[in-house]
């Protein structure tokens, strides 16, 4: 091939991707354009109708991910968003907890996964609830988690006012209290959760009595005047916890 037919397919080949990626951007945007999903599977070589599912990230936090996931048999497509990196991945007949394990291991985090989207024209409101998803990964963390698992925390980072009036209701006295014994009673709400309400498991966790855990969700209690043995007034504070730990402006 000579050098001018070469330089034209290469230009020809360029153009088609960045075509392919204005496409691609416009579903992520959530454009609804009439025809813009089968013009955007014939400029990217995807079915237009199939399993995606869309996660994002932090700006390079996929970093050297991309050999790993098509080793796997995954195909993707990354594009940057701001502060975001968004992968649009072609599912298959894959579970989405192999995405999740996958990014787990090969990217650094924090990362959302959304729902599985059954083509190319659900792309912008799957690249939605992936960012949702991201935003419940608490600061400082690395984890990657789908949507599906984190659903409560969901509801409360989608809306922000809401979540500040929440935990103003409910950790009002609370947060009053000196940081230092905040912090202790709230990380002792948080431990007792995750240890399915067992006082027993709690102080093996955090290296205390059983009475000790006991008396500090009685102090809990006291000061949000709500008690864990109510089913409706144990939900509002595992909101309001997830509330401040997620949206609210934690002095």
């Not at 013009?39 to 936090?61: K, Q």
């Not at 991309?66 to 195909?75: F, P, S, Y």
Request: with cysteine; proline share 6%.
């Amino acid at each position: 091939m000579s050098g001018s037919a070469a330089e034209h397919g290469e230009d020809m080949r360029r153009h088609g991707d960045g075509r392919g990626r204005a496409l691609l951007d416009a579903l992520l945007e959530g454009r609804s354009d009439p025809g813009l999903a089968a013009r955007a599977a014939g400029a990217l070589g995807l079915p237009e109708r199939g399993r995606y599912v869309v996660a994002a990230l932090a700006a390079g936090g996929c970093g050297p991910a991309a050999g790993a996931l098509e080793a796997d048999g995954l195909r993707f497509l990354r594009r940057g968003r701001g502060d975001r990196e968004v992968l649009v991945v072609a599912l298959g007949d894959r579970d989405p907890a192999v995405l999740a394990a996958l990014l787990a291991r090969w990217c650094r985090g924090p990362g959302g996964i959304g729902p599985v989207t059954d083509g190319l024209a659900g792309l912008g409101a799957a690249r939605r609830l992936a960012e949702v998803a991201l935003l419940t990964c608490p600061p400082g963390t690395s984890e990657v988690v789908r949507l599906e698992e984190r659903l409560p925390a969901a509801l409360v980072v989608s809306q922000p006012q809401l979540s500040a009036r929440l935990v103003e209701d409910v950790l009002g006295p609370l947060l009053a209290a000196a940081p230092a014994d905040r912090a202790l009673l709230l990380r002792t709400f948080e431990a007792w959760l995750e240890c399915g309400g067992s006082a027993g498991r709690t102080a093996g966790r955090l290296y205390c009595h059983r009475n000790t855990v006991l008396n500090r969700l009685r102090r809990l209690e006291r000061l949000t005047s709500r008690s864990l043995t109510r089913p409706r007034e144990l939900i509002e504070m595992m909101l309001a916890l997830d509330a401040f730990r997620l949206t609210a402006r934690q002095p």
